[in-house]
């Protein structure tokens, strides 16, 4: 009986694996479709660690396009290594990860329930596990998307975001790991943020995305939180108004 358990629990991880692969690779084409379209411009690609692991990307996050559309710059890590350096996710449990039709995600995703401190705290160990076992972690720490916020952190220019957790900073301190920043503009033309209307297509005519890539952050010697999540901040901001 065991036995069988074990089988049919491994045949579903790998058809999981399987059809998180297949779609993964589906979303890679799009993305590179578009970039080829100039609908999506990458900056600073030069910038990008590519086969490198214990890696943090952080980003803002205008809309609710950017946890589908960043994994898809690790494209090249996807295809030939998928199981190491593809992307984890971490999306929001009940909104997201619970919901039937995002199953395909869930062989790479980390679920956190912002209501649920024993979860929270499961999150975080796993989110440490994965990073200490030379895996790459997306996190939006401003704890949801920016226009929902009423506190704000500001450039020179005006461009805003939430103040981040300090999930982020505590995850730094436990893996020792290193911390690439983006900022993305133009996701929420795409996909508006409105509670009065649900767009059913990305509407990609409307608006080109832009997807600056920061300089990856390491924090040697550094052993505040606070100071790590202040310097990750400042990092995004300034990336913000850097100029073409």
């Given amino acids: ?3 069988n358990k074990k089988k049919e629990g491994l045949l579903e991880k790998i058809t999981a694996i399987l059809v998180f692969y297949t779609i993964g690779v589906l979303l890679g084409i799009i993305f590179y479709s578009l970039k080829a379209l100039r609908r999506i411009k990458v900056v600073n690609r030069k910038n ?3 086969n490198y692991g214990n890696l943090i990307v952080v980003s803002n996050h205008p809309s609710l396009l950017e ?3 960043l994994p898809c ?3 090249r890590e996807y295809i030939f290594h998928p199981l190491k350096l593809s992307p984890w996710s971490t999306p929001d449990k ?3 990860y619970d919901r039937w039709y995002w199953f395909w995600l869930r062989p790479r995703a980390i679920p956190i329930d912002r209501n649920d401190t024993r979860g929270g705290i499961k999150a975080f160990f796993l989110m ?4 200490n076992a030379g895996g790459i972690l997306i996190l939006f720490p401003e704890g949801g998307r920016t226009y929902k916020g009423k506190k704000f952190f500001r450039s020179q220019s005006g461009r805003r975001i939430r103040f981040f957790q300090d999930g982020v900073g505590q995850l730094v301190l436990r893996t020792n790991c290193r911390v690439l920043p983006l900022w993305v503009e133009g996701t929420d033309k795409v996909i508006p943020n409105s509670n009065d209307r649900f767009y059913v297509l990305p509407r990609f005519w409307d608006s080109e995305i832009t997807i600056r890539i920061g300089k990856t952050m390491s924090f040697d010697g550094v052993s505040d939180r606070k100071e790590i999540v202040q310097k ?3 990092a995004l901001l300034e990336l913000a108004d850097e100029e073409e």
């Avoid at 440490?128 to 990073?131: A, D, M, P, Q």
């Fill in 48 to 50: 990008f660690p590519h």
């Fill in 128 to 131: 440490k596990k994965v990073l």
């Fill in 94 to 96: 009940k909104k997201y």
């Fill in 67 to 69: 946890p589908i559309l």
């Fill in 1 to 3: 009986m065991e036995k």
């Fill in 232 to 234: 990750i901040m400042m």
């Fill in 73 to 75: 710059l690790f494209f």
